[in-house]
């Protein structure tokens, strides 16, 4: 079955630098990778995601590359903000309508 | 409206007891999901109902039981749950299955004693 890793476990920013999460998976089938933010106390909510057919997506501060080959997809914050402090998880899917999450990732922005 | 709503917020059961969660969609949508997270885990998938009818059961243990009355509502049966059950259940919808957009709802904080 599909298996996700998500790096780095914990990540400390300045308000204002940038983040970059990575995922890895391991079934070539998988074709949909979306990311979710969860802050304390709420679902996690879906940020961006990206499909197999596509090698980088953005929107505003937030972008997400994909390298099918490899099987790698990475998310990318710029000009953090203390508000982008939550856990953020990656996914892997397939036509199976199944989401294989990763391990999460804690984003801390300190002002 | 792009929201789940799960009820309730909070539960806490005894271990004999029989209790039901609840969510609802009013976005059309024909995928719905039963998610189980622990804390400072991901969440891990036990039910997905693809129009109405039940269409993956990760091995859940049967003192779970799903139940989809029609395309807004989704349920959880619980009854003789255990302590290891203890968790946040979160329930997801999704315009169609295979893998498109899911929206999450909040969750419900299970605690069994």
């Known amino acids: 079955g599909e298996n996700v890793e998500q790096h780095p476990s914990t990540l400390s920013v300045q308000e204002g630098d940038s983040a970059v999460i990575k995922c890895t998976y391991s079934?070539?089938?998988?074709?949909?990778f979306p990311w979710y933010k969860q802050e304390l106390g709420k679902g996690p909510q879906l940020i961006i995601d990206?499909?197999?057919?596509?090698g980088e997506k953005k929107d505003q501060r937030i972008a997400v590359t994909l390298n099918k080959t490899a099987k790698h997809f990475s998310l990318h914050i710029t000009e953090t903000q203390p508000e982008d402090s939550a856990v953020y998880f990656c996914?892997?899917?397939?036509?199976?309508?199944?989401?294989?999450f990763g391990t999460g990732t804690r984003l801390q922005v300190f002002p | 409206d792009t929201e789940v709503t799960q009820t309730p917020k909070h539960l806490v059961m005894g271990m004999t007891n029989k209790k039901s969660l609840k969510c609802e969609q009013h976005?059309?949508?024909?995928?719905m999901y039963w998610y189980k997270q622990k804390a400072k885990k991901p969440p891990e998938l036990m039910f997905v109902?693809?129009?109405?009818?039940?269409?993956i059961n990760e091995s859940v243990p049967s003192r779970f039981s799903p139940e989809c009355p029609n395309s807004s509502l989704l349920n959880l049966h619980l009854h003789a749950l255990q302590p290891e059950d203890s968790a946040l259940y979160l329930c997801?919808?999704?315009?169609?299955?295979?893998?498109?957009?899911?929206?999450f709802g909040q969750g419900t904080r299970l605690t069994v004693v």
């Open positions: 079934d070539s089938a998988s074709n949909y």
């Open positions: 997801a919808s999704s315009q169609e299955p295979l893998n498109t957009e899911a929206f």
């Open positions: 990206i499909r197999s057919n596509v």
């Open positions: 976005m059309g949508h024909r995928a």
């Open positions: 109902y693809s129009y109405e009818k039940l269409s």
């Open positions: 996914a892997a899917g397939d036509n199976t309508d199944k989401l294989i």
